[in-house]
């Protein structure tokens, strides 16, 4: 047996498998692989010694502290989303309401304001009418990645 | 260190957790702590960032919670939470570890003054350990940490059992190697 051969064998041997007879032989006439197995040997004490560390004081402590943070974060986002929704959903009274007064005759507008209204939003529609398609499909991209991400985040955070 | 759970009382703590329970959570945080921090603490040997890190394995454990399916058992779910914060980090080796190379001849164990060379040689292991590729490093603290069972180990690092074995074999023999050039 060549010292190489017994260096493969020597973390085996440390953990108590029980070597070939040539290494007994080769052992006994090598100091250099005695003194890598007395290493090997001392290195697994010495890592077995080993203190563990142990959390500090307070540490449990933090992380519920932690814990409450990430909720309340979580809460204000549920509750911008809402407060964004409840504000949609208003405005879409509000307009209703105005569509409805219209059609009915109980609110009036003089020609000459829709007019005016009309010439100021105009170019600003007919730009958005033009890009409406790429901005469209930008929203739904983006909104596809945002969607992808949340799970592919909620997965991958494990 | 870790406390062992039967599996009915495992799922009912998940499930407590899952539905807000803080209580439950905290008392999930009291039972694997110890491993947790351990396993982060061996690994990063800056102790403000090890609790930083130990803390925001724990973090991820609670968000990750409803995802948990209870195929493994809970704290190898944990331990592999922490194994990847762990290996994640990005690795850095102490300017002083090359201190101890040097020529000379290789130092002998069991002379006299046992508890001297014990002492020695725990500092150059720790050294050594840090130059460790991330995986070797975490098998050795793993292997070494009271409470880890070797399935455990195992099924955190998602490696077969006999695969577990060789790699720590390779890792000691690495970590040997060093001792006996490098770390002299």
Known sequence: ?158 | MMLEMDSTSEHELVERCREGDEQAFRELVERYKGLVFALVARSISDPARAEDMAQEVFLRVHRGLPYFRGESRLSTWIYRVAVNLVLAQPRTVPTESLEGSGEGPPREFGTADRSFEDLALRDRMEKAIRRLPAQYRVLIHGHYMKGLQYEELAAALDLPMGTVKTHLHRAKRQLRKLLETEFR
């Open chain 1, 1 to 158: 047996m060549t010292c190489d051969q017994l260096d493969e064998l020597i973390e085996a041997i440390t953990d108590g498998e029980s070597p070939p007879e040539e290494c007994e032989a080769h052992l006994a006439s090598c100091p250099r692989c005695t003194a890598s197995l007395a290493l090997a040997r001392a290195l697994d004490r010495t890592l077995l010694a080993r203190e563990v560390p142990a959390p500090p004081p307070g540490f449990t402590a933090r992380v519920m502290q932690g814990v409450g943070q990430e909720r309340w974060r979580a809460e204000q986002i549920v509750d911008a989303g809402f407060n964004i929704a409840i504000a949609f959903g208003v405005a879409l009274i509000a307009l209703g309401a105005v569509a409805l007064a219209f059609s009915f005759g109980w609110l009036t507008v003089d020609r000459p304001t829709i007019e005016a209204l009309g010439a100021a939003v105009q170019p600003w529609l007919s730009s958005l009418a033009d890009d409406l398609r790429t901005v469209g499909l930008a929203a739904m991209l983006l909104t596809s990645a945002l969607a992808v991400w949340w799970w592919v985040e909620g997965e991958s955070s494990l």
